[in-house]
């Protein structure tokens, strides 16, 4: 069976940390600026899942039209652990799943947007250490390979960078941010420009990978202005 690919559709799917350190980030910020992140992804059709975890996984929007989206403090309220490698691999599988159940028409493009500020400390199971690591690592690069996911990865209180490269995220769009509640507004900010642009994004550039990280990477300019405290800005 032939699926139709719609190139002027993007599902955006956004993975929050809630945990309990996030509390210095303000969760009214967070809200506030990941709903102006999504309202801003104007043009074409746009949907958006949303997860939040922190020892606990949970999906709280579904593919719903991002004019329709609103994330409230209550909504990521902190507490608790950091579930990193389980929740991320679930919320891939969730995503993936519910995009083959899609067997008319699927979004041309997928993108997977993370915000977190500590490293995993609570993840159960095969979701373990090393082994989590791994498998997390072999979901997102077959996304990346197979289907051309494209995923970009914000984080403080780690390094952003080679935390990302661990799990197979392009270190291009991977960024560090500042552990402050300004900093927090602004990466935000600066990945919503990068997902605008890679929406507008020609279907030419979009099938040359290589091309496209150079086109959506994080500018030493944007790194600059989102992290004043981690030195690892990744210089292209």
Request: charged content about 25%.
């Amino acid at each position: 069976m032939t699926v139709y690919l719609d190139n002027d559709w993007t599902y955006i799917g956004v993975l929050v940390d809630r945990s309990g350190s996030m509390i210095n980030l303000n969760p009214e910020v967070v809200s506030k600026e990941l709903t102006q992140f999504i309202k801003d992804q104007e043009g074409g059709k746009v949907t958006v899942t949303a997860a939040r975890f922190d020892n606990e996984y949970e999906v709280f929007i579904k593919n719903e039209l991002a004019q329709n989206v609103t994330i409230t403090p209550d909504d990521i309220k902190p507490r608790n652990m950091t579930a990193f490698y389980q929740s991320f691999c679930r919320f891939i599988d969730d995503i993936g799943k519910e995009l083959s159940d899609m067997t008319d028409v699927r979004p041309g493009k997928v993108v997977i947007v993370v915000l977190t500020d500590g490293e995993e400390n609570n993840s159960q199971g095969i979701y373990l250490g090393e082994n989590g690591r791994k498998l997390l690592f072999e979901k997102i690069n077959h996304q990346k390979e197979v289907y051309s996911w494209v995923f970009f990865f914000m984080g403080t209180n780690i390094d952003a960078i080679n935390t990302g490269k661990n799990i197979g995220i392009d270190q291009e769009t991977c960024i560090n941010f500042a552990n402050t509640q300004e900093s927090c507004s602004t990466v935000i900010k600066t990945a919503s420009a990068q997902v605008s642009k890679l929406r507008t994004t020609s279907a030419s550039l979009f099938s040359n990978k290589e091309n496209l990280k150079k086109h959506i990477s994080f500018t030493t300019d944007q790194r600059a202005s989102c992290s004043t405290v981690n030195k690892n800005v990744y210089k292209l």
